[in-house]
């Protein structure tokens, strides 16, 4: 009894050691990032405040240099450049360099580059979300909802388990392989290639630098060219954190330009990972074919909205605001299709219009707005195309935001959140990612009718299924075509850090996030070695040895059977005839 209290006592001093040592916080260096030029004072912002008139058509995507403005002011922010080909090689070709010495640190050094970097952003919140909403036009709670606790959450996952989910890992040898130890290794591609949206500047920028630098490799981002601004303060960050702990300079790079910029990346990298249209994940994978290397494309979402009878209609009314509100042009491909049972119908676009009518768009930095610009120039055209097809063929608009101050410039930035009804598939809205604050609303009647037309779609990213039983929504769910399931609840898979994110169909393939996400990083190698070296190693039986016998296929059936037939009986039977051969093969060699 007295050894069980001695073993009982030291676990709970073991216990409390370490909770008391997880009390002391870790020595991470504070970093300085300079940003004068980017706050609303500096004097960028002083020499620069004329109202920027951007070209309209092809002639905006071209050119030496990438202009910048603000979308929901129109102010003029300054230019980067538009880096040639030659130039896009040059910049490869340092991070190459850089990651050779890189791979060869350890997972401990790796962490601390991740803790500065999580210390910086929970310190410097305020700015990194004032300079998205600069640069796209977004509110400050969209970006620190979208930004800043993903990328927060990313880390601290990366912290936690990303170290396990890159060591070794040993896998069973079978019944032939018994004397081997077989396991898997992941080691560092080289370089990546990343194109990235708009819509995150920062989140789309860290997200795949995170999982390549930990998993050891280098990385080259190719920054939207309707998010440059913002993207090339928020690389300053990156530098000053591998600074800070001594990484090579040239691990991280961002370049910026158009297609010429982005062409010449994705055929010199060793990975290409793609944010962005699916017509130009069409051209990227054209163009990763010419020197087959890996590509995972995240590209255009549609997802379904079901909210089933049986819900809490006050409760899931404000989740599909925030739903659609996503899709409002500076966000994320959010909530794009409405399906609400037709018993419930009535009540819940009663909500919604209630809702709506009090929500309110105008320059996120300029007053307290629910919503802000759109990012990209000419948008609201194509927006007013949807809702005109969809008006033309039967639709009703049912509810409309209204507008704050907006300046005279920047009307064609802004697109009022609106809430149709009697859709149907034939639309242009419910089949074309609309990527706005458009919120059609559909009836359905029956599980089989809904899944019938959630899956009506070209893409398959995501989908949110609502209803008071959670196995019902999660039946439904698991009938959706998609990558991204929430089950009672929109979007929150992205805050599981833990878990793969991607779509199917015209939304992409490969995953980042997750395991998968950071494994699809590496070089995925399996290795196979004797278990008991030297002692026991691979002999290759008398039969089968050149010149082969005469029985060598007869000695091969056996050892067959011997090691997978169906019964004990029929392996013991095979294995007899298998050590008899061997011993009448000794005999005429003796």
Same mark, same amino acid.
């Given at each position: 009894m007295a050894f069980w209290w001695s073993l009982l006592v030291l676990a709970f001093a073991f216990a409390v050691c370490k909770f008391l040592l997880m009390l002391i916080p870790p020595k991470v260096p504070s970093i300085d990032v300079d940003a004068s030029d980017v706050l609303e004072d500096g004097n960028q912002s002083q020499e620069n405040s004329f109202i920027y008139v951007p070209p309209r058509g092809t002639a905006q995507q071209s050119g030496k240099k990438v202009q910048c403005y603000e979308p929901a002011t129109m102010k003029y922010l300054g230019y980067v450049p538009a880096l040639t080909s030659d130039e896009v090689k040059e910049q490869i070709e340092k991070v190459r360099k850089a990651q050779k010495m890189w791979a060869k640190t350890s997972f401990k050094q790796r962490r601390q580059f991740l803790r500065i970097l999580l210390k910086?952003?929970?310190?410097?919140?305020?700015?990194?979300?004032?300079?998205?909403?600069?640069?796209?036009?977004?509110?400050?709670?969209?970006?620190?909802?979208?930004?800043?606790?993903?990328?927060?959450?990313?880390?601290?996952?990366?912290?936690?388990?990303?170290?396990?989910?890159?060591?070794?890992?040993?896998r069973s040898s079978g019944r032939a392989m018994l004397h081997k130890r077989s396991r898997v290794e992941f080691h560092p591609l080289g370089v990546i290639g990343a194109i990235v949206s708009w819509n995150y500047?920062?989140?789309?920028?860290?997200?795949?630098?995170?999982?390549?630098?930990?998993?050891?490799?280098?990385?080259?981002?190719?920054?939207?060219?309707?998010?440059?601004?913002?993207?090339?303060?928020?690389?300053?960050?990156?530098?000053?954190?591998?600074a800070a702990i001594g990484a090579p300079e040239d691990l991280v790079e961002v370049i910026t330009g158009f297609a010429e910029t982005g062409e010449a990346l994705v055929s010199s990298v060793d990975k290409v990972?793609?944010?962005?249209?699916?017509?130009?994940?069409?051209?990227?994978?054209?163009?990763?074919?010419?020197?087959?290397?890996? +590509?995972?494309?995240?590209?255009?979402?549609?997802?379904?909205?079901?909210?089933?009878?049986?819900?809490?209609?006050?409760?899931?009314?404000?989740?599909?605001?925030r739903a659609f509100l996503q899709s409002s042009g500076q966000n994320c491909a959010g909530a794009e299709r409405f399906y609400v049972h037709r018993n419930i119908y009535p009540s819940f676009v009663s909500k919604i219009t209630k809702i709506i009518k009090s929500v309110t768009a105008?320059?996120?930095?300029?007053?307290?707005?629910?919503?802000?610009?759109?990012?990209?120039?000419?948008?609201?055209?194509?927006?007013?195309?949807?809702?005109?097809?969809?008006?033309?063929?039967?639709?009703?608009?049912?509810?409309?935001?209204?507008?704050?101050?907006i300046g005279e410039d920047a009307v064609d930035q802004y697109f009022p959140p609106t809430v149709i009804v009697n859709v149907n598939h034939s639309m242009r809205l419910m089949q074309e990612e609309a990527f706005g604050p458009i919120m059609p609303i559909m009836k359905f009647s029956s599980d089989e009718e809904v899944i019938k037309l959630a899956n009506d779609s070209k893409y398959g990213l995501g989908c949110a299924v609502f209803s008071g039983s959670q196995s019902h929504a999660r039946e439904i769910a698991s009938h959706i075509h998609c990558g991204v399931a929430a089950v009672n609840d929109f979007a929150s898979n992205y805050m599981c850090q833990s878990?793969?994110?991607?779509?199917?169909?015209?939304?992409?393939?490969?995953?980042?996030?997750?395991?998968?996400?950071?494994?699809?990083?590496?070089?995925?190698?399996? +290795?196979?070695?004797?278990?008991?070296?030297?002692?026991?190693?691979?002999?290759?039986?008398?039969p089968i040895q050149y010149p082969v016998a005469e029985n060598g296929f007869e000695f091969q059936e056996s050892l067959v059977e011997a090691l997978y037939g169906l019964s004990i009986w029929d392996r013991l039977q095979a294995l007899v005839t298998v050590l008899k051969m061997l011993t009448e093969q000794s005999k005429k060699e003796k």
């Open positions: 910086y952003i929970i310190k410097h919140q305020a700015l990194i979300c004032e300079i998205s909403s600069r640069d796209t036009g977004k509110t400050m709670v969209d970006a620190s909802l979208g930004e800043i606790m993903t990328t927060c959450e990313k880390i601290n996952w990366l912290l936690s388990e990303g170290e396990q989910c890159l060591k070794p890992e040993y500047p920062f989140h789309n920028i860290f997200n795949p630098m995170l999982a390549a630098v930990f998993s050891g490799n280098g990385i080259v981002i190719k920054i939207s060219e309707h998010a440059s601004w913002s993207g090339c303060f928020y690389f300053r960050i990156i530098q000053s954190a591998l990972i793609f944010v962005g249209s699916p017509g130009v994940g069409k051209m990227i994978m054209k163009n990763a074919a010419e020197t087959l290397i890996p +590509v995972t494309l995240e590209l255009g979402g549609k997802d379904a909205f079901i909210v089933c009878e049986d819900v809490d209609v006050d409760h899931v009314a404000q989740i599909a605001v105008g320059p996120p930095l300029a007053g307290k707005y629910d919503m802000g610009a759109l990012c990209m120039h000419e948008h609201s055209e194509k927006l007013e195309g949807l809702v005109n097809d969809a008006l033309d063929k039967g639709a009703e608009i049912v509810a409309r935001g209204s507008f704050g101050h878990l793969p994110f991607g779509g199917v169909k015209h939304s992409g393939f490969g995953r980042f996030g997750g395991v998968e996400g950071l494994r699809a990083c590496c070089l995925v190698k399996s +290795v196979v070695e004797d278990r008991w070296w030297p002692f026991i190693k691979t002999k290759i039986p008398k």
